[in-house]
Each structure stands twice: as structure tokens, then as C-alpha cells.
């Protein structure tokens, strides 16, 4: 082989190659990525008694993912890889029965939305009034530089 054909082969190797990382070098930007997500806990009250047992959902305002965990004797933790999204969020309570059906379960989201679809099930202690649900008028700003510890203290009338 002649070194004009080798030099040919040669550039289109480097081309394929290069062709072939560009969606790897692509994909590592910023389009596709999942926020940075950190650990926070606290306190739930309502009318200054802490909330048996319930749900806390951390809902971002921009794009991320939702960070959901159960609350017990008034108090939740999520770790810095389930936890809330950097930023902005908007924060929904709701009360569960005392024998808190979510209790133990390994998939939070599938516990959560068989919970939620269930139309009876044991009484709630201490009703969470909606402007805390899904209309919530809570929100907190999630910090890269913590310690993220929120505390709510929430009227039930």
C-alpha cells in the first residue's frame, strides 16, 4: 500500500472514531441531566403537636425530580440521593392514619400511589388542611451548602 491510501485509511478511522464518541461526549452536558439532589430533614407540627404519621413531598419548581418520604412522630429525613432538588420547592403534606400504611415499604412512589387511590381506609389522627396538600402555599429554597433542616409548623383550623 502506497502512504496516500494509508493516510486515507488512517483519516477515516479518526473520523469513525470520532464520530462514534460524539454522542457519549454529547450526552454528558447539560441537556438529559438530573439536578443535584442533597439531603434534608425536619419537623412537621401541627398546632404545635407533631404529626403522627404522614407523607412529605419536596416538588421543584423548575425541572427535577420529586423527593417524597414518610413522616413519624413529626419528623422526616431524605438522604442526599432520594432528597430534594437544588432550588426551589414547593412542599405538600399530607396526614396518614396513625398506622401509617407506608410504614416499611421499599418503593416509596408505589406505596405512596396505592395509598393515595385507596378510598377508605383507618382514620387520620390530625387532619393536614389542603392548603398544605396539593394546593400548597408552602415552599422552601433547597441549598448545595445546607444543612437543609425545615421545620413546619402548620395550623389545622
Avoid at 432538588?85 to 403534606?93: F, H, M, V
Avoid at 382514620?123 to 441549598?143: A, W
Amino acid at each position: 500500500m502506497n502512504g496516500t491510501l494509508m493516510n486515507s485509511i488512517s483519516i477515516r478511522r479518526a473520523i469513525i472514531v470520532a464520530l462514534a464518541a460524539l454522542p457519549l461526549a454529547v450526552g454528558c452536558g447539560g441537556r438529559g441531566r438530573e439536578p443535584m439532589r442533597v439531603a434534608a430533614h425536619g419537623e412537621v407540627r401541627v398546632d404545635d403537636v407533631p404529626l403522627k404519621a404522614g407523607v412529605i413531598r419536596f416538588v421543584p419548581q423548575a425541572k427535577g425530580p420529586v423527593a417524597r418520604t414518610t413522616i413519624k412522630d413529626g419528623r422526616f429525613a431524605l438522604s442526599a440521593t432520594d432528597g430534594p432538588a437544588l432550588g426551589e420547592n414547593s412542599i405538600e403534606i399530607v396526614a396518614a392514619p396513625a398506622a401509617n400504611p407506608l410504614e416499611g415499604a421499599t418503593d416509596i412512589r408505589a406505596a405512596w400511589t396505592a395509598y393515595a387511590k385507596a378510598k377508605q381506609g383507618p382514620p387520620v389522627e390530625t387532619p393536614v388542611r389542603t392548603k398544605y396538600n396539593q394546593r400548597t402555599t408552602l415552599s422552601v429554597e433547597v441549598s448545595a451548602k445546607g444543612p437543609n433542616t425545615f421545620d413546619f409548623q402548620l395550623a389545622s383550623q
